[in-house]
C-alpha cells in the first residue's frame, strides 16, 4: 500500500514559468514532509521541508504547501530554469521511529 | 556543509566476490542509512544505524553485511550477491539518532553496483 503518491510521473514547464509537483499521503501520522531533487547518477539532494504544524515554507524560488485536511502538499518553482530538470522526490515521516517514505517521483523537465 | 561521502563511485563484481562499500560523514550526525535504488523507482531502506547500534534492518539478504565501526563510517559488506542486486547504493545520515520522526535525512552520491 503506498502512502506516500505522486501521482504525475512526468512534467514539462517551459523556462520561466511556474512547475507544480504534487503529492499526496494517507497515514494521518505523517507530520514532517520533505521534497529531493535527485539528478541521474547522483544521490537525491534535499530541497525543502515542512512540519505539520505550518501550511507554507518558502526557501527562494521553492515554496511547499501543506494541506493536511486534504493530505496533500505541493512545491512550487518559480521561475523553473532548465537546471531545476531533475526527478523529485516527495518523502513524508511520522508515527513514531518510522524512517521516511518516498513517493515514486515526478520527472521534470524545463524546457527553454 | 551537509556532506556525505561514499565510495567507490563504481563497482563490478562477480557473483562470488566480496566487497565493500564506504560512507562517511562528519556532520555529527548519530544515524546514519543505506538505501538501493533501482531505476526509475524510489530509494528503498535497506539498514538504519542508530547511535552505532543496528535499529532497522528491512529484511534485507545475508549476502549484504551492514557495519559501523564508528559515528562516522557506515560500511556495507557485500558476498555472493545475484545480479538483481545491481543498483545505485545510498548511504545517508541525519542528525538525532535517538527517533527519526521530523529528521532531515542527507544522502551520498552513491555506489553504482553491477554484479556479472
Known amino acids: 500500500d503506498q502512502q506516500v503518491k505522486q501521482n504525475s510521473p512526468s512534467l514539462s514547464v517551459q523556462e520561466g514559468r511556474i512547475s507544480i509537483l504534487n503529492c499526496d499521503y494517507t497515514n494521518s501520522m505523517f507530520d514532517y514532509f520533505l521534497w529531493y531533487k535527485k539528478y541521474p547518477a547522483e544521490g537525491p539532494t534535499f530541497l525543502i521541508s515542512?512540519?505539520?504544524?505550518?501550511d507554507k515554507n518558502e526557501d527562494g524560488r521553492f515554496t511547499v504547501f501543506l494541506n493536511k485536511s486534504a493530505k496533500h502538499l505541493s512545491l512550487h518553482i518559480v521561475p523553473s530554469q532548465p537546471g531545476d530538470s531533475a526527478v523529485y522526490f516527495c518523502?513524508?515521516?511520522?508515527?513514531?521511529?518510522?524512517?521516511?517514505?518516498f513517493g515514486k517521483g515526478t520527472r521534470l523537465s524545463v524546457i527553454a | 556543509d551537509t556532506e556525505v561521502t561514499q565510495t567507490p563511485k563504481h563497482l563490478v563484481m562477480g557473483m562470488t566476490n566480496k566487497k565493500s562499500l564506504k560512507c562517511e560523514q562528519h556532520m555529527g550526525h548519530r544515524a546514519m542509512y543505506w538505501y538501493k535504488q533501482k531505476a526509475k523507482k524510489p530509494p528503498e531502506l535497506m539498514f538504519v544505524?542508530?547511535?552505532?547500534?543496528?535499529?532497522i534492518n528491512e529484511s534485507v539478504p545475508s549476502r549484504f553485511s551492514p557495519e559501523c565501526p564508528n559515528s562516522s563510517l557506515l560500511n556495507l559488506h557485500l558476498h555472493a550477491l545475484q545480479p538483481e542486486d545491481s543498483a545505485l547504493y545510498l548511504c545517508?545520515?541525519?542528525?538525532?539518532?535517538?527517533?527519526?520522526?521530523?529528521?532531515?535525512?542527507?544522502f551520498g552520491e552513491g555506489s553504482w553496483l553491477t554484479v556479472v
Open positions: 515542512i512540519s505539520s504544524i505550518k
Open positions: 518523502a513524508a515521516s511520522g508515527s513514531g521511529n518510522t524512517p521516511l517514505v
Open positions: 545517508a545520515s541525519s542528525q538525532d539518532g535517538t527517533g527519526l520522526r521530523g529528521n532531515t535525512i542527507y
Open positions: 544505524y542508530s547511535y552505532e547500534k543496528l535499529s
